[in-house]
C-alpha cells in the first residue's frame, strides 16, 4: 500500500455491517460513495436496485427491452429508481429508501438479501418499509409495502409510488428518442386499476414479443399519472414532484412525451396499526401484435398477485431457489469473512454473472450480450452447484462455434443482433474446462454425445450439427492450426487480455497464455478421452500436448519468470530487459494451472510475482505499466499506468494467482491472495471513500500504485473474478475438487488452521467433510476415512463408488502424512 495517500477517515461501520443469519448486508446510510447494487431477478425479468432505492429494471434484455430508465453516468448519481413517497397530512414527505426525497428520518436502514432488497424508515410516529423482489412466477417486480402507526391518533397518509418509463431500445432511445416519444402511450384500466404502458415502435427487432407494461396496486388508486414531466413539474426532480407536493397524482396519461408509471393510494392507519400493500411493476409479453390476449394475460397476472397469501408465497419461493442454490456447498472455517464470501455472497455474485454476463450494472450500461469467454468461465461456478445451467449454456455456446472450431466472440440471443465475429486466440479454449468440470461433477460422459449445431458461414443459420466431443475437438484443431513461428498460438485479435492484440497487429504475434491455456485443453482432453474409453484418441491428444510443451519449453522461460507473448516481430513481450511491462502476471499463474515448466520454474516465476506485482492489496497485471499519450505517440494500451489492463490490480488475473500458489501446496501465499482480495477485507484496508465500492462484490480492478486513485474499485459485479473466486476458494483452497475418477479432497490452508469442515452435495450424497489438521500443515492428505471407512491408496480422492447409494456421508480428513 505504499504510496497510497488517505481521502478520508470514514469509518465503514457508520454505514453498512453484515448480519450473517439474515444473510444480509444492512446500510445505516444511503450516501455510500457509490450504489451498492443487488439483483432482483426470476430469470427472466430483472432488475437492479441500490442500497438508496436508485436501480432500472428490464425484461429478458436490457437493451431491447429496458423498462424503467438509469442515467447512466450522469448526475445525479443514481437515478432514478424505484420510488415510494410518503405524505403524511402536514406535506411532510419522505421515502423509505431515504431518497429521493432525502427528508431528515429519526430511523433508517436498507437491507440487500439474495435476490431481494428491503428499505425501512421512520419519521415520528410514522414507520414504513418497502421491499422489492421478482416474483418467481410472474413477470413483474414486487413492491411489499408496510404502513405502521406508533401514534396514538389514527394516521392519514397518501402514498405515491413512481417509476419513469423507458422506450424499451435503449441505444435508439438515446439516438431517435425524440421521435419514439410519438410511439406510446400511458393509460389507466378502470377495470384492473392498473397504469398501463404501450410503446409501439414499430422498429423494434422483436416486435412480436414487445410488452404491456403494467403498475397496479393491492389498493384502489386514488389517481395516478403516465406524465413524467407532468408529475415532477418543471425544472423540480424525483426529489420534489409537483405532484406530491399538490398531494394530487394528476389522473392524466400521455399519447406523447415522457412516459411514466405512478400511483397515489390514500390510507388511514389505526393507532398502533400496520397496514400492508404491493404495487406490481410487471410486463405481459406479445401486447402490439394480440392486445386482447394481453389485457386477458394482464387481469390474470394481477388476479393472482392480488390474492391473499400470494406475495408471501413469491417470496418463499424466491427463498428456496436461492437456500437450495447455496446448500450445495457451505463451509465452516476459522474465518468468518472466509465463511461469509463462501457460503453466502461469492456464490450469490456468480448467479449475476450467469445471468447477465458483462452486460448491465452501475457501471455496465446493459449493451454487451454474452460474451463467449466470459460465460464458458462464469458457468464454472455454476457447473458444480447447478450442472444443468451450466450445461445448457454450454450448449447454446457451442452453437456459436463454426465447423473450423473458433467461436463467435459474443452473442446477442434476446437482442436478435447478429453475433460480434472477431477471432480470438482464446474463446473457444474456454470450452474444455467448462466440459471437463461438468463431466466431473456429474459423472455423465453423455453429455459428450449430446449435439449442437455449428455456426454457419453467415454467422448467423446452423451448418448441421456436430456432438459436444466433437465441438471440443474442433476447437484444439482450430488452435493447432493457427500457431506462429515458434509453435505458439497465434493471438489473433487478443487472447484472454483484451488488449494483447496490439503485439500482434501484423497477425503474426503468439501468446504465450493461450499456448498454456491450450496445453490445459489438451491435458483435459486426454483424461476425458480416456474416459470414454478411446485410448488411442488419449494418445493423440497426449502427443500435441507434448508438442506444445516443447514449444512452450523452447522459447517462454526468461530466467526468472515465464514471457506472455511474442510481437510481430518475434520480440518477446514480457521480459527483464524490457522498459514497461517487464512481467506480466498471467503467463506465470498459467504456467503452473497449464501444468508446463518444472516446479523450480513454477516456483521462481511466483516468486517473481509475488517481488514484483504484490501492491499489499492484490497483484497488479503488468509492471511497469506502459506509457501511454502523450509520452508514447503509438502507445501500447489506451490505459494510463495502473488503469485497467495496464497495470492495475486485476482481481479476474488474481484467483489464477491463489489456484497457482494451492497447485504448489503454498497455502499461505494462496490465501495471502485470496483474503487480499476479499471486496470487505480489500475495503477495509484501503478505506471506504477510496475503494468506494461493494463490500460484498468482487470489481473487476483496483487502480494500481501507479495512479493517484490506487485503491479505486471499478466494475462491480460483473466480472469472471466471481467465477474463478468461488472456484480458487471451494476447489483448491478448501480443495474438495470434482475430477473425473472421483471427489480431490485436497486442501491448501494456513498452517494455523486446525481444520475446517464443508457440506457438499455430490451425485446425490450430501457430503460432511470435516478436515482435521493435527500437525498444523499447510498441504498434503494423511488419510481420509467415508463413514469411518478408511480409503486405501495414497491419492485423496473419493472414489463415486464408495458412495453410492448412500444419500448421505461423513469424510474425515486427517491433513500431514505420517512421518
Ligand atoms: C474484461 C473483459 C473480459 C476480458 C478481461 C481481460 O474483464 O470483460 O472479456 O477477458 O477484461 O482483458
Redesign the pocket.
Known amino acids: 500500500m505504499k504510496g497510497m495517500r488517505k481521502i478520508s477517515s470514514a469509518t465503514p461501520a457508520d454505514r453498512f455491517r453484515f448480519d450473517d443469519p439474515d444473510r444480509a448486508v444492512v446500510f445505516h446510510r444511503h450516501d455510500l460513495p457509490s450504489p451498492w447494487i443487488n439483483y432482483l431477478s426470476n430469470g427472466s425479468f430483472h432488475a437492479f436496485v441500490s442500497q438508496a432505492g436508485g436501480g432500472l429494471c428490464w425484461w429478458k434484455s436490457p437493451t431491447v427491452f429496458r423498462l424503467t430508465r438509469y442515467r447512466m453516468y450522469n448526475l445525479p448519481l443514481d437515478s432514478p429508481g424505484f420510488h415510494l413517497y410518503v405524505r403524511e397530512s402536514d406535506g411532510a414527505t419522505w421515502s423509505p429508501t431515504f431518497r429521493p426525497c432525502e427528508t431528515p428520518l429519526d430511523a433508517w436502514e436498507a437491507r440487500h438479501r439474495p435476490g431481494r432488497s428491503a428499505f425501512s424508515g421512520r419519521r415520528g410516529d410514522v414507520e414504513v418499509s418497502l421491499e422489492l423482489f421478482v416474483a418467481p412466477d410472474h413477470d413483474a417486480l414486487v413492491w411489499d409495502a408496510a404502513v405502521t402507526n406508533r401514534g396514538n391518533a389514527p394516521l392519514a397518509v397518501d402514498l405515491f409510488a413512481y417509476v419513469e418509463l423507458s422506450q424499451f431500445q435503449w441505444l435508439e432511445e438515446l439516438q431517435w428518442g425524440c421521435y419514439i416519444k410519438s410511439m406510446l402511450n400511458t393509460w389507466r384500466d378502470k377495470d384492473t386499476d392498473a397504469v398501463l404502458y404501450l410503446c409501439h415502435n414499430q422498429s423494434h427487432p422483436r416486435i412480436e414479443d414487445c410488452p404491456l407494461v403494467y403498475f397496479a396496486c393491492t389498493r384502489p388508486l386514488a389517481g395516478f399519472s403516465g406524465d413524467r414531466d407532468a408529475f415532477v413539474g418543471p425544472y423540480r426532480s424525483e426529489r420534489n414532484p409537483v405532484a406530491v407536493e399538490r398531494n394530487r397524482a394528476g389522473d392524466a396519461g400521455i399519447e406523447a412525451g415522457e412516459p411514466c408509471a405512478a400511483g397515489q393510494v390514500k390510507r388511514v392507519v389505526p393507532p398502533g396499526g400496520t397496514e400492508r400493500l404491493q404495487w406490481f411493476l410487471g410486463v405481459v409479453p406479445g401486447a402490439l401484435k394480440r392486445f386482447p390476449e394481453a389485457m386477458t394475460g394482464l387481469r390474470a397476472a394481477l388476479a393472482a398477485l392480488r390474492a391473499p397469501g400470494a406475495v408471501d408465497a413469491q417470496r418463499d419461493k424466491l427463498d428456496a431457489w436461492w437456500n437450495e442454490h447455496l446448500s450445495a456447498y457451505s463451509c465452516e472455517a476459522p474465518d468468518e469473512t472466509v465463511q461469509r464470501q463462501v457460503n453466502l455472497w461469492n456464490p450469490v455474485q456468480s448467479v449475476h454473472n450467469g445471468r447477465y454476463s458483462?452486460s448491465i450494472s452501475f457501471y455496465a450500461p446493459g449493451v454487451r450480450g454474452v460474451?463467449f469467454?466470459?460465460t464458458a468461465q462464469d458457468m464454472l461456478a455454476i457447473a458444480y452447484r447447478k450442472p444443468e445451467w451450466a450445461a445448457d449454456s454450454l450448449l447454446r455456446l457451442l452453437a456459436g462455434q463454426y465447423r473450423d472450431g473458433h467461436a463467435v466472440h459474443a452473442v446477442f440471443p434476446e437482442e436478435r443482433q447478429p453475433p460480434w465475429t472477431s477471432v480470438h486466440s482464446d474463446d473457444h479454449l474456454w470450452l474444455h474446462p467448462l466440459a471437463h468440470a461438468l463431466v466431473a461433477e456429474t459423472g455423465d460422459l453423455g453429455l459428450l454425445d449430446r449435439r449442437a449445431p455449428w455456426l454457419g458461414p453467415d454467422h448467423t443459420s446452423a451448418d448441421g450439427d456436430g456432438t459436444v466431443w466433437e465441438h471440443l475437438l474442433a476447437a484444439l484443431a482450430f488452435t493447432e492450426s493457427r500457431l506462429g513461428a515458434h509453435g505458439l498460438p497465434l493471438i489473433l485479435r487478443?487472447d484472454?487480455?483484451?488488449?494483447i492484440g496490439r503485439f500482434a497487429r501484423a497477425g503474426r504475434g503468439e501468446s504465450v497464455m493461450a499456448a498454456q491455456q491450450y496445453a490445459l485443453a489438451l491435458r483435459l482432453m486426454t483424461g476425458l478421452a480416456r474416459s470414454r474409453g478411446d485410448e488411442a484418441g488419449a494418445e493423440r491428444l497426449e502427443a500435441l500436448r507434448a508438442k506444445q510443451e516443447r514449444a512452450i519449453l523452447a522459447c517462454a522461460w526468461d530466467g526468472e519468470w515465464w514471457r506472455r507473448a511474442f510481437d510481430d516481430d518475434g520480440n518477446p513481450v514480457g521480459h527483464r530487459d524490457a522498459k514497461w511491462g517487464k512481467i506480466f502476471l498471467n503467463s506465470q499463474t498459467w504456467a503452473v494451472i497449464g501444468g508446463v515448466g518444472s516446479q523450480e520454474q513454477w516456483r521462481r516465476a511466483m516468486d517473481a510475482v509475488r517481488r514484483d506485482l504484490d501492491t499489499g492489496v492484490g497483484l497488479r497485471k503488468i509492471a511497469p505499466g506502459f506509457a501511454t499519450f502523450p509520452q508514447d505517440p503509438d502507445p501500447f494500451v489506451g490505459y494510463n499506468p495502473g488503469c485497467g489492463?495496464n497495470g492495475a490490480i486485476?482481481c479476474?488475473a488474481n484467483a489464477w494467482a491463489v489456484i497457482a500458489e494451492a497447485l504448489l501446496g503454498r497455502g499461505e501465499r494462496a490465501w495471502a491472495y485470496y483474503l487480499n482480495l476479499l471486496p470487505e477485507r480489500v475495503l477495509a484496508k484501503v478505506g471506504l471513500d477510496r475503494y468506494q465500492a461493494e463490500a460484498y462484490a468482487y470489481c473487476?480492478n483496483i487502480v494500481g500504485p501507479e495512479n493517484a486513485r490506487f485503491g479505486w474499485a471499478n466494475?462491480t459485479q460483473l466480472?469472471?473474478t466471481a467465477a474463478w473466486m468461488d472456484v480458487a476458494v471451494t476447489q483448491y483452497l478448501l480443495g474438495v475438487r470434482p475430477e473425473l475418477d472421483g471427489l480431490r479432497v485436497d486442501p491448501c490452508i494456513p498452517a494455523e488452521w486446525a481444520g475446517f469442515r464443508v457440506r457438499r452435495r455430490y451425485r446425490g450424497a450430501l457430503l460432511d467433510i470435516r478436515v482435521e489438521n493435527p500437525r498444523r500443515v499447510e498441504y498434503g492428505v494423511g488419510a481420509i476415512e467415508v463413514d469411518g471407512a478408511r480409503l486405501e491408496g495414497g491419492d485423496p480422492v473419493i472414489p463415486p463408488r464408495v458412495l453410492q447409494g448412500k444419500s448421505s456421508a461423513t469424510i474425515r480428513v486427517v491433513m500431514g502424512r505420517a512421518s
Open positions: 458483462r460474451g469467454r466470459d487478443s484472454w487480455n483484451d488488449i489492463e486485476f479476474h473487476s466494475v466480472t469472471g
